[in-house]
C-alpha cells in the first residue's frame, strides 16, 4: 500500500465494526507553545493530537478541537494518564476531566457530546496494582462511549503480558520511543505479534542527531532535511510517527514525507545506525519499558 498524506491505519485489535482508523502522522505536544502551535498544525494537515494530562495542555488541545473550523470526526485527539487517584471510580472521574478538557465541551456522561479518540496509560510506573486500576477505569471511560479506544504507553513486553490476563480487549496501540537510535526490536516484535500498533514518540530524537552523517547524507540525496528522513523512515517502518515543532515551517516540513521514499538500502543503513542500542541506550526519554 502506498502511502499518502491521508493514509489511515485501521486498529486491529478494536472492538468495535467496523474497526477504528487512525492518521499515519501525529502532531505531539509535550512542550508545545500552546494554541497558535496546534492550530497551525492543523492547517497544515496534521488530524492527529497527542496530549497528556502530564503536559497540562489538554485544554489548549480542546479549544483548537474547537476553534479549528474542522469536523470532530476528521480529528483523532489522544490523551494520557500517568498514575491512578485512588481507586477505579476515582480514577474514572480523573480520565472524565481530561476528555471534557481534551475535547473542549461536555462528556456524554453529563448530557454533552465531548469524547477522545485513543486515552493511553502513559507508563507502567504505578506497579500492578495501579496499572489495573487504571485499565479497569479505562474499559469504563470506552464502556461509556466518552474515549473511542484505550491503549498504553511505555509499556514493555512483561506490562502487556499482565495486562492481558485481565483486559477484555487487548491495548490498540502501545506508544513508545521509537527511533533510529532507540529501536526496541525485542519489543516492536512483541507488539506486532499481538496486533497492537506501534506509535513513535520523539522520532526527531529530540533534534540531538540533525548531523548525523548516515541521515545528512541521505537527506541531501532526496533533497529533504534529516527531519524528514526520520519521519519517513518511521513511516516506512509502519509506525505512527509523532513529530512535535513549534515553528511553522518545521510543522509543515516535518509532515512533507509523502511523495518520495527511502529505499530498502537506506532504510537498512538506517538501521544499523541502532546496532547495540537494542536496550535503549540511545534513548532520550527515560527509558521505562523495563520497570517492574
Ligand atoms: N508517551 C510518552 O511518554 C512520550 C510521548 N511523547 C510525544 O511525542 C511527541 C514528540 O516527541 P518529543 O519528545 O517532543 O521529540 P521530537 O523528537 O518530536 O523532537 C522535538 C524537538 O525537535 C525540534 N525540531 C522539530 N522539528 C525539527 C526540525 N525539522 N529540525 C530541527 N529540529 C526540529 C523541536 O524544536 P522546535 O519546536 O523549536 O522546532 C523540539 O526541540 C511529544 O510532543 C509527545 O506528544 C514524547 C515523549 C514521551
Ligand atoms: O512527553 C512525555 O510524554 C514524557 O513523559 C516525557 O517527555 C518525559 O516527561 C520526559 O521526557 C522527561 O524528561
Redesign the pocket.
Known amino acids: 500500500m502506498s502511502l499518502t498524506a491521508t493514509t489511515q491505519w485501521e486498529l486491529p485489535n478494536s472492538p468495535h465494526t467496523p474497526k477504528t482508523t487512525i492518521p499515519c502522522i501525529g502532531y505531539?505536544?509535550?512542550?508545545?507553545a500552546g494554541h497558535s502551535s496546534i492550530l497551525t498544525a492543523l492547517q497544515q494537515g496534521y488530524r492527529l493530537l497527542?496530549t497528556a494530562q502530564l503536559y497540562e495542555n489538554e485544554a489548549e488541545v480542546g479549544h483548537a478541537v474547537i476553534s479549528c473550523g474542522l469536523p470532530r470526526s476528521e480529528l483523532f485527539i489522544i490523551t494520557?494518564i500517568g498514575d491512578p487517584k485512588g481507586g477505579v471510580e476515582e480514577t474514572l472521574e480523573s480520565l472524565r476531566d481530561s476528555v471534557r478538557k481534551s475535547s473542549g465541551t461536555k462528556g456524554k456522561w453529563e448530557g454533552g457530546e465531548g469524547y477522545v479518540d485513543l486515552f493511553l496509560i502513559?507508563?507502567p510506573l504505578s506497579g500492578p496494582e495501579g496499572r489495573k486500576i487504571l485499565w479497569q477505569a479505562l474499559e469504563k471511560l470506552r464502556a461509556e462511549g466518552s474515549t473511542r479506544e484505550i491503549g498504553v504507553?511505555?509499556y514493555g513486553i512483561n506490562h502487556i503480558k499482565e495486562l492481558l490476563t485481565y483486559a477484555s480487549h487487548p491495548p490498540v496501540i502501545n506508544?513508545l520511543?521509537l527511533h533510529p537510535f532507540c529501536p526496541q526490536l525485542a519489543l516492536a516484535s512483541f507488539c506486532a505479534s499481538h496486533n497492537i500498533l506501534l506509535q513513535a514518540?520523539?522520532?526527531?530524537?529530540?533534534?540531538r542527531k540533525?548531523d548525523d552523517p548516515t541521515l545528512v547524507s541521505i537527506a541531501q540525496a532526496h533533497n529533504v532535511?534529516p527531519?524528514q528522513v526520520l519521519v519517513r523512515w518511521s513511516l516506512q517502518k509502519g509506525w505512527i510517527p509523532?513529530?512535535?515543532?513549534?515553528?511553522p515551517e518545521?510543522i509543515r516540513?516535518?509532515r512533507e514525507v509523502f511523495g518520495w521514499a527511502l529505499t530498502e538500502e537506506e532504510m537498512a543503513e538506517i538501521e544499523k545506525l541502532g546496532v547495540g542500542m537494542e536496550d535503549g541506550q540511545g534513548a532520550v526519554?527515560p527509558y521505562l519499558v523495563h520497570v517492574p
Open positions: 505531539g505536544v509535550y512542550n508545545a497527542d494520557k502513559h507508563n504507553s511505555n506508544q520511543e514518540y520523539s522520532p526527531l530524537v529530540r533534534a540533525m532535511t527531519a509523532l513529530p512535535k515543532s513549534d515553528d518545521r516540513l516535518n526519554c
